[in-house]
């Protein structure tokens, strides 16, 4: 959480996870920023599996809870701010 307090701890970990899952897919995050980014950029299936483990983590961490609700945080994340999934 680099923010310093100023926003929430899901705001800062929303921020996180979005910055995380651009990166992953290779886009710069200042283009991530674009209003049109979920459909201009994919993920692989690996890039997907790879982002989910990473996220579950940084969510339990983040908000000290248990796998399952971080699963279901996850979930959410990924159907509001998620990209497409190529094939």
Do not use: C, P
Not at 23 to 30: C, F, K, L, Y
Not at 60 to 85: D, H, P, T
């Amino acid at each position: 959480m680099k923010d310093g307090g100023t926003k929430s701890k899901r705001e800062s970990l929303s921020d996180d996870l979005a910055e995380r899952m651009m990166t992953i897919a290779g886009v710069s995050v200042s283009m991530g920023h674009d209003y049109f980014y979920r459909f201009n950029n994919t993920l692989t299936r690996e890039q997907f599996s790879q982002f989910k483990l990473e996220g579950v983590r940084m969510i339990q961490k983040a908000l000290k809870i248990n796998k399952r609700k971080a699963i279901s945080v996850f979930n959410y994340f990924w159907k509001n701010y998620g990209l497409r999934l190529k094939g």
